[in-house]
């Protein structure tokens, strides 16, 4: 696919975000959303990876059926499910646009546990010393 072609497929996925919901979304950056440290985390860490494959994104995008963890403007949108239910998860790939692949982040309980086993140790209060 050519540089113009990819940039045309983009604003064309770009246009499932809706209308006057884009405020709070800019491309290739990362939003924080209602969801737990560990979610943001995993989030964070896929938008890092697509951000040094050139990839272009949206955290949080509200799209027709609902808010995306990452909308990948080379159509794709990627849910990261943590706590939800595969019920849920069918029932929100049902509501999202036709178009792009849905994809599911699954990310071994293992490493699920080790990121909350950070977080619960994690204080930035005691890391935070004066500037002079």
């Given at each position: 696919m050519s540089k113009l072609e990819i940039i045309r497929q983009r604003e064309q996925v770009k246009k499932l975000i809706k209308l006057g919901k884009q405020s709070g979304s800019h491309r290739n950056h990362?939003?924080?959303?209602?969801?737990?440290?560990?979610?943001?985390?995993?989030k964070s860490l896929a938008c890092?990876?697509?951000?040094?494959?050139?990839?272009?994104?949206?955290?949080?995008?509200?799209?027709t059926g609902g808010k995306v963890d990452i909308l990948d403007l080379d159509n794709r949108i990627i849910e990261i499910p943590i706590s939800e239910t595969e019920r849920s998860l069918?029932?929100?790939s049902e509501k999202y646009p036709e178009g792009?692949?849905?994809?599911?982040?699954?990310v071994p309980e293992e490493t699920?546990?080790?990121?909350?086993?950070?977080?619960?140790?994690?204080?930035?209060?005691?890391?935070?010393?004066?500037?002079?």
């Open positions: 990362i939003r924080i959303g209602s969801e737990g440290a560990v979610h943001f985390i995993i890092y990876q697509m951000k040094k494959q050139k990839k272009e994104f949206f955290t949080e995008a509200e799209v069918k029932e929100k792009p692949e849905k994809l599911i982040l699954r699920i546990r080790l990121i909350k086993s950070l977080t619960l140790q994690f204080d930035y209060e005691k890391y935070l010393e004066v500037w002079r």
